[in-house]
């Protein structure tokens, strides 16, 4: 049963334009969400985090959308370049307890074509 | 300033045999845990520690154990490794459950 769904396995975006990746989550009382990236043999890097009491979050070319109702976020890039090629996570959580854990979706590889 | 370490990077092992996964960090974080990543699955949270002496369940821990004595070491013991452990393995820590985790580079594991 997978709480967090990355639907799409992979992506090809021409450089300068928008890539925009999509996950879905099942778990209701998640609360705080995330997007890493991967590129291949190094561990994923944290590249922007989204809180349930905002529909929106920012920074630099990247721009996370959260859509509470239809369990919905989506990450944006804009304009892709190069260096944006790699494999990108989504990740959910429910709140600051000891007993909350990080889930992770299936990934999408985003490749950039020139 | 290493950040996450994993040791060894790369590890083949017969069936039965057992082994452990070592990770450090040294950015005092609190959280730590322990990932699989297998194609098509992403990343499976396997085991997690909200601080020293203090380790729970993720989503598939079974044939998996760990421990957490000090802040800065979170070892991952397979104690009869089986194929279906073949996998890469990363290790993670934060400051808390909801801040960012830094991962380390990886430990791949054949198990044949």
Not at chain 1, 8 to 20: A, D, H
Not at chain 1, 80 to 106: L, M, N, R, T, W
Not at chain 2, 23 to 41: I, K, L, T, V
Request: proline residues 5%; neutral net charge.
């Amino acid at each position: 049963d997978q709480q967090v769904k990355q639907n799409s396995p992979s992506l090809s975006v021409q450089e300068g334009r928008i890539s925009i990746l999509n996950c879905d989550y099942t778990n209701s009382m998640f609360d705080y969400f995330l997007w890493y990236k991967k590129y291949p043999a190094e561990g994923p890097t944290f590249l922007i985090s989204i809180s349930s009491i905002k529909d929106k979050n920012e920074d630099g070319r990247f721009t996370v959308f959260l859509n509470k109702s239809a369990k919905h976020l989506s990450l944006h890039i804009v304009p892709s370049q190069p260096g944006d090629s790699a494999v990108y996570f989504c990740a959910a959580s429910e709140g600051y307890s000891s007993a909350s854990k990080i889930i992770f979706g299936s990934g999408t590889r985003l490749s950039i074509r020139p | 300033n290493a950040g996450v370490t994993q040791t060894p990077k790369f590890q083949v092992l017969k069936t039965g045999q057992s082994m452990t996964l070592q990770c450090a960090q040294d950015m005092n974080h609190e959280y730590m845990s322990w990932y699989r990543q297998d194609p098509g699955m992403g990343l499976r949270l396997i085991h997690y520690s909200v601080g020293a002496g203090i380790t729970d369940q993720g989503e598939v821990p079974n044939g998996y154990n760990v421990s957490r004595s000090t802040t800065e070491d979170f070892p991952l013991r397979l104690l009869s490794a089986a194929p279906s452990q073949t996998s890469v393995y990363f290790c993670a820590s934060s400051t808390g459950v909801q801040e960012t985790q830094y991962f380390g580079p990886g430990t791949r594991l054949l198990v044949l």
